[in-house]
């Protein structure tokens, strides 16, 4: 499977944006992604905001769903805002059947995420 995982600065934080067919041999490289960002965020002294962006993304596996659970969990206790963006009504759609909607604040843009 193809997969890119990119890093952006944007309006109130970082941006990690997950493209193509993420499954879990994309693991580590999310996982070392998520971090940087963090640290970067931490590092400059900015808002604790980290958007995952999910518009190019055509597939996740269940174990990149597991680390964004985890990554909004963990970071939501330290007072993060982590939304997610989303415009894939199969993802979403996922998202809905596991009980996940619930966890994620998903929004169709890069902007309406940083703009909430």
Same mark, same amino acid.
């Given at each position: 499977m193809t997969y890119s995982i990119h890093a952006s600065t944007g309006t109130r934080g970082r941006i990690v944006a997950i493209g193509g067919e993420a499954d879990a041999s994309? !693991?580590? !490289? *999310? =996982?070392?992604?998520?971090? =940087?960002?963090?640290? !970067?965020v931490l590092a400059v002294g900015d808002e604790r905001f *980290?958007?995952?962006? *999910?518009? !190019?993304?055509?597939?996740?596996?269940?174990?990149?769903?597991?680390? *964004?659970?985890?990554?909004? =969990?963990d970071l939501g206790e330290k007072g993060w805002r982590v939304p997610l963006v989303c415009t894939d009504e199969r993802l979403l759609g996922l998202f809905r059947t596991v009980g996940l909607e619930g966890t994620f604040e998903i929004f169709p843009s890069r902007e309406a995420a940083e703009a909430a």
């Open positions: 994309a !693991e580590r !490289e *999310l =996982e070392d992604a998520v971090r =940087e960002a963090v640290r !970067e *980290l958007v995952i962006d *999910l518009t !190019e993304n055509t597939f996740v596996d269940s174990r990149i769903i597991g680390i *964004l659970v985890r990554w909004v =969990e």
